[in-house]
């Protein structure tokens, strides 16, 4: 009896009428991450990321063209690992956080949605006082109940940018002109 | 070698010259490097001269507040309130030393990492004590430095004045024992 009235309510769940649900992403557990990387001197990959940042998501498995993301990021919380360079990345050379004290995606639309829950999230991100459209490359990893009660959702992100772009002329030489934002998200549904 | 109380002894005479030389050289390369280029090819040893200097530049100062407190010391010039206020600035100067050693030491060491001396020894770092700590001595160290330099000129210029208005042995003292 137990079995078979949770197996009704899956399958109430599963057959219920579709509409995006809204997920909290879950940087209070640090179940999301702001990652860069970028080249060092040609030779190697320097990573780091951005700590302190929130947002909220709406997602349906069934309707991702529906789906939208804002992620508010505080500029200044970024960590490279090294204490002097990442005070050399706030100051005016690079960040300049001290004037631009937010940085900020916000989606506009989702295409080339694909069989297995990948597609392309439109947005602009606004970073170092400039606002320009993205494409980030999402990859659905998964979603499901969590042990706690909760209901969880996650995605891995891609996408390139130049940092002139964004108005950043600091050389670092020809290999690392872009800067390569990777992404992981874990919403909770609210 | 010890001072006498008419001058400055040797030791004094040299640890001030020194210092001079120091401060003046530590400001004028960290005002320079702190601009230059990824591809230069002092992006690293220019901040590490000046790291290196200004530890060991600490050292000797600790060295000269000891030797300072504990000999005699040559009469003031001038009238009472030239001495209070040369009194006020050489321990400004001094409190100013400090704490450039201090909030230099805090920006390299914000993360843990140790300052290496000349590739002779490594000063180890306590880590983080405060949030963005790197940034917030960084601000310090820059506007101390300032402070510093203008100071020393002021002490220079008020070297000259007992030098070449006064004609006392303010400045000669400095020079030699």
Do not use: C
Not at chain 1, 62 to 83: F, G
Not at chain 2, 65 to 74: D, E, Y
């Amino acid at each position: 009896m137990k079995k078979l009235s949770l197996s009704l309510i899956t399958l109430a769940a599963m057959s219920a009428p579709t509409f995006a649900a809204d997920y909290i992403i879950d940087s209070k557990g640090a179940h999301a991450a702001i990652n860069f990387k970028i080249q060092h001197l040609g030779y190697s990959w320097l990573t780091g990321r951005f700590n302190t940042f929130d947002g909220n998501f709406s997602y349906d498995a069934d309707n991702p063209q529906a789906s939208s993301i804002t992620v508010n990021i505080d500029p200044a919380s970024i960590d490279s690992n090294h204490a002097e360079r990442d005070k050399h990345l706030r100051n005016e050379d690079f960040l300049h956080v001290t004037k631009f004290d937010k940085a900020r995606f916000v989606s506009t639309k989702v295409t080339d949605v694909e069989e297995d829950g990948d597609f392309h999230l439109h947005g602009d991100l606004t970073l170092h006082g400039v606002t320009k459209p993205v494409v980030i490359d999402v990859e659905k990893i998964g979603e499901g109940e969590d042990p706690w009660g909760g209901y969880r959702v996650g995605f891995a992100g891609e996408t390139k940018i130049a940092l002139k772009d964004y108005g950043i002329d600091y050389d670092l030489g020809p290999a690392s002109t872009h800067v390569l934002l990777e992404l992981h998200i874990e919403g909770v549904r609210q | 070698m010890n001072d006498k109380a008419r001058s400055w002894g040797w030791t004094t005479i040299t640890i001030h010259w020194l210092s001079a030389i120091a401060v003046v050289g530590l400001f004028g390369l960290g005002w320079w490097m702190v601009d230059l280029t990824y591809y230069s090819d002092w992006y690293k040893t220019a901040p590490h001269i000046h790291k290196s200097v200004g530890i060991l530049l600490a050292a000797l100062t600790l060295f000269r507040l000891f030797w300072r407190a504990t000999r005699p010391r040559p009469e003031a010039s001038g009238s009472q309130l030239e001495q209070r206020l040369s009194m006020l600035a050489h321990t400004v100067i001094y409190l100013l030393l400090i704490l450039l050693f201090t909030s230099g030491y805090l920006i390299s060491t914000a993360d843990g990492r140790g300052i290496e001396i000349f590739n002779w020894f490594t000063l180890p770092g306590f880590g983080s004590l405060i949030e963005n700590q790197e940034d917030i001595a960084g601000t310090v160290h820059e506007w101390l430095a300032y402070v510093l330099i203008g100071l020393a000129l002021l002490h220079a210029l008020a070297a000259l004045k007992h030098h070449f208005i006064d004609k006392d042995k303010t400045l000669i003292r400095m020079l030699k024992p």
